[in-house]
C-alpha cells in the first residue's frame, strides 16, 4: 500500500455521471478474461477509468494493490450473486476499496451508543397501510446527497427527516445544512466528519434555534469551523421524538401515519455492495452499541413475502437503487430499531 493516500480514496459522488456504471462493468468483463500476464495493462484499464470518473489518480506502485482489491471484490459479488438470497451486489464506487478503507472514510468512527434514548412516540390507533412513500405523497423528500469521504451520515439523516416534516407541516420543502452540524453540534455528543446520531442532532437544532439552508451554509465534507448566523436560520425543531428501542412497530406507526423517520444501523462488509433487492445479514448485529451508518426510511413496502424499509441513504444517487435501499423489516435487521427519531418542527 505504499504510496496510498487518503486523499485519492475520496469519492465526490456528485460529479458521477451514468457512463461510469457501464465503464466499470466493461472492465469487470476485462478482469475476468485476461491473464495474469496482462497485470499492467488491467492496472492502466482501473486507473483510467477512476482517473476519468473520480479525479482518482493512482500511483504507479498503488496499482496491483488497487487492481488486487477490485479483483477481490468482483469474486465476493460473484459468488453472492450466484447464491440464493434476497439481495444483489453489484459494482460500484467503493470497489477498489477494502472494507476497513470504506468504515474509515465512510462510516461512524467514534463509538456511538444509542441505548441512553427514551422513547416518547406515542402510537395511533394501529390501522396501517399495507406499502407507504413518502416520495409518492407529495414534494416531501429531497434528493439524494453525498457525504463524500467524510463520517457525516448522520448529518444527512438529521437534515432528510427535518427536510421532510417541514415540507409535510408547510408545504415547503428546504434543502439544509448538514455542513452546520458538522462544524457546530459538538455539544451534543456529536463529532463532525466520526460520527453521531440524528436524535442528538435535532437536540442540537432545538437549542441552537435553528438550521441555516444549504445553500447558505454549503457542504465541504471536512470538519470545520462553526459560522451559524442566527438570522439565516431556515428551519427550527420543536421537540425531538424518540421511538422507544427496539421497537420497530413504533418506527412502523411513525412512517405509516406522520413522516419519514431518522435511524442508524450497523453496516457490514456484505451491504459495501449492495445494489438492489431487500437486504438481510447474518454478519451484522442488533445491538445499540454496534450502530455505525445513520439514515432515512421514507416509507416501507413487502416484496415476494418479504417486509421492508425504502431507506434514503448519503452515499449518492448512483449507489445501490439510484441512491435508495430495501432492508428487511420486523427483525430488528443490523439494530434498526435501535435508535430511530425524528423532529417536531417549530413552524
Not at 193 to 217: R, V
Amino acid at each position: 500500500m505504499a504510496g496510498m493516500s487518503g486523499e485519492s480514496l475520496v469519492v465526490e459522488t456528485r460529479r458521477t455521471s451514468q457512463k461510469w456504471l457501464s465503464v466499470i462493468l466493461d472492465l469487470s468483463l476485462l478482469l475476468g478474461t485476461v491473464t495474469v500476464s496482462h497485470m499492467n495493462a488491467r492496472g492502466r484499464a482501473l486507473s483510467l477509468v477512476c482517473r476519468a470518473q473520480y479525479g482518482r489518480a493512482y500511483h504507479s506502485e498503488e496499482y496491483h494493490y488497487r487492481l488486487h482489491t477490485f479483483t477481490e471484490n468482483r469474486k465476493r459479488i460473484d459468488r453472492h450473486n450466484a447464491g440464493n438470497h434476497t439481495f444483489t451486489m453489484g459494482l460500484n464506487e467503493f470497489s477498489d476499496m477494502s472494507f476497513a478503507e470504506f468504515k474509515k472514510y465512510f462510516l461512524l468512527t467514534e463509538p456511538q451508543n444509542c441505548s441512553a434514548t427514551k422513547g416518547n412516540h406515542i402510537v395511533g390507533d394501529g390501522y396501517y397501510p399495507d406499502s407507504v412513500d413518502w416520495r409518492k405523497k407529495g414534494n416531501y423528500v429531497t434528493p439524494v446527497k453525498s457525504q463524500g469521504a467524510c463520517g457525516s451520515c448522520w448529518t444527512f439523516s438529521t437534515t432528510g427527516c427535518l427536510e421532510s416534516v417541514t415540507a409535510i407541516a408547510t408545504g415547503k420543502l428546504p434543502l439544509l445544512s448538514e455542513q452546520q452540524l458538522v462544524d457546530c453540534a459538538q455539544a451534543f455528543n456529536n463529532h463532525g466528519c466520526k460520527g453521531g446520531l440524528p436524535s442528538q442532532a435535532f437536540e442540537y437544532i432545538k437549542f441552537n434555534k435553528g438550521l441555516m439552508a444549504e445553500d447558505d451554509y454549503p457542504y465541504t465534507g471536512r470538519d470545520g469551523t462553526c459560522n451559524f448566523k442566527p438570522q439565516m436560520a431556515a428551519a427550527f425543531v420543536k421537540d425531538v421524538v424518540n421511538v422507544t428501542k427496539y421497537d420497530e412497530m413504533g418506527m412502523l406507526d411513525a412512517v405509516a401515519r406522520l413522516n419519514p423517520v431518522s435511524f442508524a444501523y450497523e453496516v457490514t462488509s456484505d451491504f459495501m455492495h449492495y445494489k438492489n433487492g431487500v437486504y438481510s445479514s447474518t454478519e451484522c448485529h442488533n445491538t445499540t452499541d454496534t450502530v455505525n451508518h445513520a439514515v432515512l426510511a421514507v416509507g416501507y413496502a413487502e416484496e415476494n413475502g418479504i417486509p421492508y424499509w425504502i431507506v434514503k441513504n448519503s452515499w449518492g444517487r448512483y449507489w445501490g437503487q439510484d441512491g435508495y435501499f430495501f432492508i428487511e423489516r420486523g427483525k430488528n435487521m443490523c439494530g434498526l430499531a435501535a435508535c430511530a427519531s425524528y423532529p417536531l418542527p417549530l413552524i
